[in-house]
């Protein structure tokens, strides 16, 4: 499975954002995916995750309420909604994928991608 995130940008704080996280591969449904951020200086962060069906999502305390995740098979993609942003909101997002089960866990991911700059001003 080959990932691909985009949808980053600048926004001022309060804005929305909506990441998009295209994928490869004709088995992607058996996927979950997580969307992971890594703020300047600091560790890579947990941030949602979503099931293969998409009936389960899963989220940081951080952004929950404020962040949706969903996905859409049939096109191999998954978004995360980000609503209301705030400045700690800020770093690079990447998206993850592994097989059956959804993980907070970035060492229990088997795919990556690139990441995307997400930069929310005050």
């Known amino acids: 499975v080959q990932l691909q995130a985009f949808g980053g940008g600048s926004v001022q704080a309060g804005a929305s954002l909506r990441l998009s996280c295209a994928a490869s591969?004709?088995?992607?449904?058996?996927?979950?995916v997580g969307w992971f951020r890594r703020a300047p200086g600091k560790d890579r962060e947990y941030t949602a995750a979503i099931s293969p069906g998409g009936s389960n999502t899963y989220y940081a305390d951080s952004v929950q309420g404020r962040f949706i995740i969903s996905r859409d098979n049939s096109k191999n993609t998954v978004y995360l909604q980000m609503n209301s942003l705030k400045p700690e909101d800020t770093g690079v997002y990447y998206c993850?994928?592994?097989?059956?089960?959804?993980?907070?866990?970035?060492?229990?991911?088997?795919?990556w991608g690139q990441g995307t700059q997400v930069t929310v001003s005050s």
């Open positions: 591969g004709r088995t992607f449904s058996t996927y979950a």
């Open positions: 993850a994928s592994r097989r059956l089960l959804p993980s907070q866990a970035a060492d229990g991911y088997d795919y």
